[in-house]
Antibody, heavy 121, light 109 residues
Framework: QVHLQQSGPGLVKPSQTLSLTCAISGDSVSNNAWSWIRQSPSRGLEWLGR?????????DYAPSVRSRVIINGDTSKNQFSLQLNSVTPEDTAVYYC?????????????WGQGTQVTVSS | EIVLTQSPGALSLSPGERATLSCRASQSVTSNYLAWYQQKPGQAPRLLIY???SRAAGIPDRFSGSGSGTDFTLTISRLEPEDFAVYYC??????????FGQGTKLEIK
């Protein structure tokens, strides 16, 4: 059974960097594609980006955050991370990590528990 | 970007009734890479259907998906009390790789 455990701060100051980590058990970070998604009342469910390993690491990012986002995979710790720079109150949302394998037609079959992140001074 | 429009925005039905939820895409969805999720308050979305019509592991057979191209449907044949939730469709394709519909809230009548 795959389990994703999220960690990271729930409060970030404007202009600073939001950093979250998703620890994986029951699968390997180098075996599948791993995404970050956020949800807010104003924007609904919004995919932010993903990372996957095919002899080297690849990333896809949503155009809305491409200039501010970095997603990294870490095989030594079997986890992946999200960094979102220069945050504003518009980045306040519940953030989720999720797995999106080819075997499920890339649908997001396992999700983390969610982290409420508030951007406020 | 492919925009997904779900209808209706809210649906009021009684347990035992049949629910039909619609998802329309602004362009044809690549290889029918269309998924449906259920979300309850305070929980992460739960995958129900992938590839437009394949049920995810552990999903009861009262849930079914159909459609192709730009028009997709999620049907719940006989509503159980635990089925009242918000339902989202999602497509996989080109940038952005994933997009979601705005959701349909299924309420108890």
């Amino acid at each position: 059974q795959v389990h994703l455990q999220q960690s990271g701060p729930g409060l970030v100051k404007p202009s600073q960097t939001l950093s979250l980590t998703c620890a994986i058990s029951g699968d390997s970070v180098s075996n599948n594609a791993w995404s970050w998604i956020r949800q807010s009342p104003s924007r609904g469910l919004e995919w932010l980006g993903r990372t996957f390993y095919r002899s080297k690491w690849y990333n896809d990012y949503a155009p809305s955050v491409r200039s501010r986002v970095i997603i990294n995979g870490d095989t030594s710790k079997n986890q992946f991370s999200l960094q979102l720079n220069s945050v504003t109150p518009e980045d306040t949302a519940v953030y989720y990590c999720a797995r999106g394998p080819y075997i499920s037609a890339w649908a997001l079959d396992y999700w983390g528990q969610g982290t409420q992140v508030t951007v406020s001074s | 970007e492919i925009v997904l429009t779900q209808s209706p925005g809210a649906l009021s039905l009684s347990p035992g009734e049949r629910a039909t939820l619609s998802c329309r895409a602004s362009q044809s969805v690549t290889s029918n890479y269309l998924a449906w999720y259920q979300q309850k308050p305070g929980q992460a979305p739960r995958l129900l259907i992938y590839g437009a019509s394949s049920r995810a592991a552990g999903i009861p057979d009262r849930f079914s998906g159909s459609g192709s191209g730009t028009d997709f449907t999620l049907t719940i044949s006989r509503l159980e009390p635990e089925d009242f939730a918000v339902y989202y469709c999602q497509q996989y394709g080109t940038s952005p790789v994933y997009t979601f519909g705005q959701g349909t809230k299924l309420e108890i009548k």
